[in-house]
């Protein structure tokens, strides 16, 4: 049976794991979205054939999988707003940054399923990587069916202590956005060398997917991917170099914490939230 799902608040990740899942072949006619905005029902009702609703309590009365998009900070108002219209054979999957399940299981006020999940956006392409943990209410089907439907939009990892999350948060939930960042210096500086937007574009960034499928398919350590590329006296020695004048570890690891310090400040926020 195919279970229908309800995305709580439309936005950048839902569209991403819809289309993703629209992509790989499930039924429109299962999938329903909720937003405030006409202007954007109408739109992804257009664009996705999906079915949009303007009230939360609609889609979740009509859903057997309610999956919670909207913004860590409205998560609890949104939550307990429909809380008395869960049912206990439903499966909650939250994909919000810092919002542990205990808080979740606070607002629903029921004991049901729910997963707590970390995906990202090039879901929207079957490219995502999702961490995934459970609470106690969710069997083995539960957990099951949410494997599949991440494997339908990329991979996924399951933890077994809620600690990881904040590390795959910081290692995939955010990630893509260091890379986005890392192509955009790149591009500038090539264009500032005189190459036009497009092909430093084309350049910097089949580069990247070139060196993150070497990474995922060769079975080779990653340093020794890099020392095939850097001729000693050569170019590449040059570039690396300079990163290492830069303490590149110091600077992603810098970034890599804040991002897990963020997540783990959110979740205290919200744990706070409970009392
Ligand atoms: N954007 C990303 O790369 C990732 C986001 N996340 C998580 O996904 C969640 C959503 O993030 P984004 O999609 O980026 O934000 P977004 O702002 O694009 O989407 C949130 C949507 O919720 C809607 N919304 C707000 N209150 C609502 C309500 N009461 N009823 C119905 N809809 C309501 C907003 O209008 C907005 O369209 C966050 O909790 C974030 O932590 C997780 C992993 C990656
Ligand atoms: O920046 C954020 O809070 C969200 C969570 C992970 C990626 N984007």
């Known amino acids: 049976m195919t279970l229908s799902i309800a995305f709580i608040g439309v936005g950048n990740m839902a569209r991403s794991i819809f289309s993703g899942l629209l992509a790989s072949g499930y039924p429109a006619e299962k999938i329903m979205g909720t937003s405030r905005t006409p202007e954007k029902r109408e739109y992804y009702q257009q664009q996705y054939g999906i079915s949009m609703l303007a009230e939360n309590e609609q889609a979740v009365s009509q859903a057997d999988v309610v999956v919670l998009c909207v913004k860590p900070a409205q998560m609890q108002a949104v939550v307990e707003e429909f809380a008395d219209y869960v049912r206990d054979d439903q499966l909650f999957l939250s994909v919000a940054a810092g919002v542990e399940l205990d808080a979740l299981e606070h607002w629903l006020a029921k004991p049901v399923a729910v997963v707590r999940s970390m995906p990202n956006t090039p879901s929207q392409l079957g490219v995502g990587m999702t961490g995934l943990i459970a609470n106690k209410h969710t069997n083995a089907s539960q957990k099951e069916w949410v494997t599949e439907l991440f494997a339908s939009v990329g991979s996924s990892v399951w933890v077994d202590d809620e600690v990881h999350m904040h590390t795959v948060t910081g290692l995939s939930g955010s990630a893509p956005a260091y890379f986005f960042r890392f192509l955009e210096a790149m591009i500038k500086s090539a264009k500032e060398q005189g190459l036009d937007e497009e092909t430093s574009r084309k350049l910097a960034s089949q580069a990247m997917l070139g060196a993150a499928r070497m990474v995922i398919e060769l079975d080779e350590p990653i340093d020794q991917l890099r020392k095939n590329i850097t001729s000693p006296k050569g170019t590449t020695e040059q570039a690396l170099l300079?990163?290492?004048?830069?303490?590149?570890?110091?600077?992603?690891?810098?970034?890599?914490?804040?991002?897990?310090?963020?997540s783990k400040e959110l979740a205290k926020a919200f744990s706070a939230q409970k009392d």
Not at 248 to 253: L, R, Y
């Open 242 to 262: 300079s990163f290492e004048a830069a303490n590149i570890d110091k600077v992603v690891g810098d970034a890599v914490f804040a991002c897990v310090e963020r």
